[in-house]
Nanobody, 125 residues
């Protein structure tokens, strides 16, 4: 059983930056493909970014965050990160990290079997 815990959310002004972290409780973390998703009130959970299990491996981003967000991982620390720059009010949401042990990256939340509890990001002046 993999337990994930996000941190780093908060209130930030438009144009600002935040770095989200997600730590896992298991040493098999390095075998997992990882993703970040977000969900705003009244909206469906949407894909943000994903990173493959191999160091220096594949990355994928939602079009809405390309060029602004960067996903990275540190398998030695059982951690995945989401650096968010040039934040916009529409980025406000609860952000979740997720892990999947199937092959390849996925943008489909249904393909991830393990989820954190979420961390809130609010972008407002």
């Amino acid at each position: 059983q993999v337990q994930l815990r996000e941190s780093g959310g908060g209130l930030v002004q438009p144009g600002g930056s935040l770095r989200l972290s997600c730590e896992a409780s298991t040493g098999t973390f390095s075998w997992a493909n990882l993703g970040w998703f977000r969900q705003a009130p009244g909206k469906e959970r949407e894909f943000v970014a994903a990173i493959s299990r191999t160091t220096g491996g594949s990355l994928r981003y939602a079009d809405s965050v390309k060029g602004r967000f960067t996903i990275s991982r540190d398998n030695a620390k059982n951690a995945v990160y989401l650096q968010m720059n040039s934040l916009k009010p529409e980025d406000s949401a609860a952000y979740y990290c997720a892990a999947r042990y199937g092959p390849g990256l996925s943008t489909d939340a249904g393909n991830y079997g393990y989820w954190g509890q979420g961390t809130q990001v609010t972008v407002s002046s």
